[in-house]
Structures are given as C-alpha cells and as structure tokens.
C-alpha cells in the first residue's frame, strides 16, 4: 500500500461528500497546555465514518445486488446515508446492543435494516451470507484498505487546519479510525491508540502478537466492541510500536460529563473515551507536550431530543 498517496486520493474522492470538521482547543485543569480537538461528531451522520464508506463507494462497481454492511450502528448509518446519496440500494444489519437512537439514524436513510441478535460479528456473519446469496458488495467497518484510506482523510484534515501536537489520542475499536491515522501521520507525531478496559481488542493483540478474540462489552461497546481488531491495523500500530492505554467505563463518563459542562459538547461514550485518557490520568503529557483528542462520534443513547 502506498497510504499517503492512497489517503490524499481518498480526500479529492470524497471532496464534496463530507464535511471538513471544526477543530477547537479546550484547556483542562492540571495541563500546560490546551488540548486542540477536532469534532467528527460533526460529520454526516454523527460520527467520522462517511469518510470511509464514501471512499470504498466511489472508488467501488457497484453490482445490481447492492450493498451490504454490518456494523454496530455508526458504520451502518454511514453507508446507508452515503448509499442514498450515491443512488444505491443498501442492506444494513446491525445488533440488538446498536440501541434504538443508531437504529432509527439508519432508519431515516431509508435503507433496508435489519436487526439480529447478539453483537457486532453476529451482525456480520448474516452480512456475509446476504453477500454471497445476492452478490451485493460488503462495505467492511474497518478491516478494508479504501476504508482505513477513507478514515486517513481525518488526520490529513486536521494538519490542513493548522495541527500542532506532538501527540494525538485516538479511540479504537476495529480499528479503522486509528490505522488511517497511523498511515497518514506515519511517526512525523505520536498517536496513542485509547480504548475501554471491556473492549481491548488492540491491546489485547498487542500483548499476544496477533489478533486475537477478546471481551466486547461496557458503555461503549456498540462503537468500540468488534471482538477483534482489523489485520490492516493491527499491522500498522505493530510496525510503528504504539501504545494502547486502557480507561474505565466510569472514567469515559466523566469525560462525557466534562465535555459537555465545559464546552457543550455532547458526545457518546465511544467519543469520549480518548479524552478519558487526559482527565483520568491515565496518559499523562510531559511538561512541555502539547496534546490533541479526537471526538470521534456524537451518537448518544438515548436520543436527547428524540
């Protein structure tokens, strides 16, 4: 793979497509520094997950049978509304634990949705067997070469509009987000992978040396909860050594709460989580580090104004 380019094609692709996000800096107490934070939960659908979709689709023949997705609900509203945007029809499956204000998100695209039991790969076993029944092309979550590219669109974003950190916390779940990141930035800084204490799949990996099956649950689990992190990933974040640094389910909430009381900023607890890092402790800056955070998706349970 050749990411950089890879990534810059996949931001003149989805020119036109995604929104170019606001970036802000929000100062917490005891750092040196302010945080800068770029806000994906800006972005169509709530979170940062049209970039990738949109780049698989334009870049993709779409065959008659369509697309199909699985998804714990971000992924699967990002594909139904680009979909509908591009004039494709679309079958999303997502689990029970999606809950119900990503399933009606979906909904509102008009894609064909379809809600199994179980969690995020029982989802995608039955995406897989609509697949090889219809012949619609699978728009993986994260595990995808023009996904990661798609998600690489971010960080390539955020250093147009001035990024100066020496270290970006990202959230990880399948791994999408943070491997485009990875691929962009490519050690020019450091990006600490941040993840719940009930869904490692990174860390967890990490520690083994390869993929493997962990735990896939907590407040985060229907963004954050794969069960296994992405080869594509889990290739990248070996090669360059980084680090993956687990929060509690209880630290990601007063990062919710503090967001939201200093900056009004109301995000779900996937979104949450790498700042969780900062106002725990559990990544601590060095004197002189200037810090950034992804908020990587808005799409709180229950809808606040359903």
Request: proline share 5%; glycine share 12%; charged share 20%.
């Amino acid at each position: 793979m050749h990411w950089q380019s890879d990534i810059k094609a996949a931001r003149d692709r989805i020119a036109g497509y995604v929104r170019r996000t606001p970036v802000m800096e929000m100062q917490i107490e005891g750092l040196s520094h302010p945080v800068a934070l770029k806000l994906e939960l800006a972005q169509h659908t709530g979170s940062f997950k049209p970039r990738g979709a949109f780049n698989t689709l334009l870049s993709s023949d779409v065959p008659e049978g369509g697309i199909v997705a699985a998804s714990g609900g971000n992924h699967g509203a990002a594909v139904a509304y680009a979909a509908n945007r591009l004039g494709h029809k679309a079958r999303i499956y997502v689990p029970e634990i999606a809950g119900p204000s990503k399933i009606a998100l979906i909904e509102r695209t008009g894609a064909d949705l379809v809600v199994v039991e179980g969690k995020y790969f029982d989802a995608l076993k039955a995406a897989r067997a609509y697949e090889a029944e219809t012949g619609a092309i699978q728009i993986h979550a994260y595990d995808l070469n023009t996904t990661v590219a798609g998600q690489g669109t971010v960080m390539l974003e955020w250093e147009e509009q001035g990024l100066e950190a020496d270290t970006v916390l990202i959230a990880v779940g399948g791994g999408g987000l943070i491997g485009g990141a990875i691929a962009w930035v490519n050690g020019r800084r450091q990006v600490v992978a941040i993840e719940p204490e009930e869904c490692p799949s990174l860390h967890d990996a990490l520690e083994a040396g390869e993929p493997v099956e962990t735990k896939a649950g907590g407040i985060a689990a229907n963004a954050l909860g794969p069960r296994q992190i992405g080869d594509i990933c889990f290739g990248l974040a070996q090669a360059q050594s980084i680090q993956s640094i687990l929060v509690s389910d209880d630290e990601i909430i007063e990062a919710q709460n503090l967001l939201w009381r200093e900056a009004r900023i109301l995000t779900e607890p996937a979104g949450a989580a790498a700042m969780a890092a900062l106002t725990s402790g559990a990544y601590k800056p060095a004197p002189d580090e200037h810090v950034a955070v992804l908020i990587c998706g808005g799409n709180i349970a229950p809808d606040p104004l359903a």
